[in-house]
T-cell receptor, first 116, second 113 residues
Framework: NAGVMQNPRHLVRRRGQEARLRCSPMKGHSHVYWYRQLPEEGLKFMVY????????ESGMPKERFSAEFPKEGPSILRIQQVVRGDSAAYFC??????????????FGSGTRLTVV | AQSVTQLDSQVPVFEEAPVELRCNYSSSVSVYLFWYVQYPNQGLQLLLKYLSGSTLVESINGFEAEFNKSQTSFHLRKPSVHISDTAEYFCAVSMDSNYQLIWGAGTKLIIKP
């Protein structure tokens, strides 16, 4: 029973390149959440997705960032034209139902993005 | 604005000593409260949670936390720490939207031999 799988674990991109972060939720989980952790800060909510639907993207920067969770395959967080300020750890979580309460989230190990 | 405050960025303690990691939140609505632990180079693991009922909740590895509504706190305690408890601990709160977690900045627990 694999947990939430994120890859790659570490990603280095030059300024202006694109970054693609992947997240495969736990088996049986159809709700996916992306969080970003900046150095010395707590996690910040970015986006909540269900299969083929974006439920809440209120935490996503308006430009350059997009997320999807297709019918088949992992959820993808895409950052276009990366800048140094995008350097952070990006965590994905999944849940069986759409809430943090009774069943809680299961988190992946994160992708650490470094923009040089 | 809703927020979660972890007052201590680092807490050094000797092995077998007690420890308390503090967490306060600001919210005027009902809350769910969580403590997550992040061991070095690993992801976040749920340590314990308060949803309702008894205000004292416990984890399987000896940690406990108490929900204090009047003080809007959810401090984490352990009576005797072990070197394996070295990690960063995050307090998180789910407020009226339920699925979105608001996070504290984390507290690094440093165990001195």
């Amino acid at each position: 029973n694999a947990g939430v799988m994120q890859n790659p674990r570490h990603l280095v991109r030059r300024r202006g390149q694109e970054a693609r972060l992947r997240c495969s939720p736990m088996k049986g989980h159809s709700h996916v959440y992306w969080y970003r952790q900046l150095p010395e800060e707590g996690l910040k909510f970015m986006v909540y997705l269900q299969k083929e639907n974006i439920i809440d993207e209120s935490g996503m920067p308006k430009e350059r960032f997009s997320a999807e969770f297709p019918k088949e395959g992992p959820s993808i967080l895409r950052i276009q034209q990366v800048v140094r300020g995008d350097s952070a750890a990006y965590f994905c979580a999944s849940s069986r139902t759409g809430g943090a309460g009774s069943y809680g989230y299961t988190f992946g190990s994160g992708t650490r993005l470094t923009v040089v | 604005a809703q927020s979660v405050t972890q007052l201590d960025s680092q807490v050094p303690v000797f092995e077998e000593a007690p420890v308390e990691l503090r967490c306060n939140y600001s919210s005027s609505v009902s809350v769910y409260l969580f403590w997550y632990v992040q061991y070095p180079n690993q992801g976040l693991q749920l340590l314990l949670k308060y949803l309702s009922g008894s205000t004292l909740v416990e984890s399987i590895n000896g940690f406990e936390a108490e929900f204090n509504k009047s003080q809007t706190s959810f401090h984490l305690r352990k009576p005797s720490v072990h070197i394996s408890d070295t990690a960063e601990y995050f307090c998180a709160v789910s407020m009226d939207s339920n699925y979105q977690l608001i996070w504290g900045a984390g507290t690094k627990l440093i165990i001195k031999p």
